[in-house]
């Protein structure tokens, strides 16, 4: 039996996702986002529901997602600098789906983010009935 893929939204009874990752690379994110969390000593804002769903918490979402670029921009290099960015783009690629302001006050911030968006990743949509 193939593994079912991941659906985030941002509220329980949406039926617009706003990211649908397969299986693993879900698996991957919310194992990395948790774990960013869980040194943050934050909340993700990120909360798992049955079958693979994940409700995105507007508030919290931002303020872990403007802490993790943050650190990715005073830290782009070394090795700290190379786990962010391997989470840090998706979590601004599903923070700007899911119509999440971010706080992006530095030139730093400004480029990353641009950088970012510019990938072709992350597209949004909706769930099949």
């Not at 194992?31 to 969390?37: D, I, Q, R, V």
């Not at 040194?39 to 798992?48: A, W």
């Not at 530095?106 to 990938?119: A, G, N, P």
Request: charged share 20%; net charge negative; proline share 6%.
């Amino acid at each position: 039996m193939a593994a079912v893929g991941y659906e985030f939204t941002v509220r329980e009874n949406d039926d617009e996702w706003v990211w649908a990752p397969g299986a693993m690379t879900g698996g991957l994110f919310m194992g990395a986002a948790t774990a960013l969390g869980s040194v943050l000593n934050m909340p993700t804002g990120l909360r798992e529901v049955p079958f693979n769903w994940v409700k995105i918490d507007p508030g919290p979402y931002a303020a872990f997602v403007d802490t993790a670029l943050e650190m990715r921009c005073e830290r782009p290099h070394g090795e700290l600098g190379s786990l962010l960015g391997g989470v840090v783009p998706l979590m601004i690629m599903l923070a700007d789906n899911a119509g999440v302001r971010l706080t992006v006050d530095t030139e730093e911030k400004h480029s990353y983010v641009e950088w970012v968006r510019i990938q072709p990743f992350g597209e949004r949509g909706r769930r099949k009935t």
